[in-house]
């Protein structure tokens, strides 16, 4: 199982907070480093310092300052980036980074980020978010020299010359959510990778069955897609250790191991073996304090080694 490091910059964060978070997620071995794309700190009226940082701003610069770890969103909303010009973006930070991008694209939610900061937000969003599924993945697998074109309710491009060209041969689209059917399809003809943001335990197996049979539909062998959860991660060598850890991050105990991985090393250790049990192949581990590098590297001295 692959873990990777997920962080909400919004709740106040400034670029070289992230940076020291990013660097410790490369330098304690795990697989990648992604974060969140909003604008607006959730949970709290007051305004949060030192305010947003924008996601593939983000990345730019990270993709400059690592040299392993993989960089991606969990995940870009389609009401922030016209495709075009995030095609533009995410192939120009794959670049940067030697081709090591990967792109999670959504409808978004979260409206007053989107009224704060004057961006539009339609009520109906899952077709804005096919076309940009078809519209990104069109224009990176134009052939150079060719031209793209498309012509949908929501956008139109008219003889795109589709630069620049990623340096991978296929950027890695994350898809996820709990719908039951819509998403699913999405998944199936687009992404290479399922998500499952913060899910109930016990859903697990049923959504990624889903996802399986969308495929199937549409002949797509499902072993192609990588299966994967999102889950707030908290813990502790001790019961008094994770407590302490819970309340920095404004949670309970119990509500965490209910719902997150979370709890001393060998609770941790359980939750993800039984989440591989059921099909989950890459955890995003979602750190709430970016202040303490010294978590990370406790998940990965104690928790790391026992799931090899």
């Not at 937000?121 to 697998?141: C, D, H, K, N």
Request: charged share 20%; glycine share 10%.
């Amino acid at each position: 199982m692959r873990l990777r490091i997920f962080t909400e910059p919004q709740q106040g964060a400034s670029y070289d907070d992230i940076l020291a978070v990013a660097q410790a997620t490369e330098t304690l071995g795990f697989d990648a480093f992604f974060r969140s794309d909003h604008y607006l700190a959730m949970g709290d009226t007051a305004p949060v310092l030192p305010g947003p940082t924008d996601a593939w701003t983000t990345l730019a610069g990270l993709a400059r300052e690592t040299r392993r770890i993989r960089l991606g969103t969990l995940v870009s909303s389609v009401t922030y980036r016209p495709p075009g010009i995030l095609a533009i973006q995410v192939a120009q930070v794959d670049q940067m980074s030697g081709g090591r991008v990967e792109l999670g694209l959504g409808t978004g939610w979260f409206e007053q980020e989107h009224l704060a900061y004057g961006i539009p937000f339609p009520a109906r969003r899952f077709g804005m978010l096919e076309e940009q599924l078809e519209i990104v993945t069109g224009l990176w697998e134009t052939p150079v020299g060719d031209r793209y074109s498309f012509s949908g309710e929501h956008y139109t491009l008219v003889d795109s010359p589709a630069l620049p060209k990623p340096v991978q041969a296929r950027i890695p689209v994350i898809v996820g959510g709990g719908g039951a059917r819509r998403t699913p399809a999405l998944a199936a003809r687009f992404a290479t990778e399922f998500n499952l943001p913060f899910p109930e335990f016990t859903d697990v197996p049923a959504k990624f069955a889903g996802v399986r049979a969308a495929c199937a539909v549409i002949g797509r062998d499902p072993r192609e897609l990588v299966y994967s959860a999102a889950l707030i991660a908290v813990a502790g060598a001790d019961e008094a250790a994770f407590a302490r850890r819970a309340a920095a991050v404004g949670r309970e105990p119990a509500e965490l191991r209910a719902h997150g991985v979370a709890g001393t090393a060998s609770e941790v250790v359980d939750r993800l073996g039984a989440l591989a049990d059921d099909g989950v192949e890459c955890v995003y581990l979602q750190i709430m304090d970016l202040s303490d590098l010294d978590h990370l590297d406790f998940i990965a001295r104690e928790v790391m080694p026992q799931l090899a």
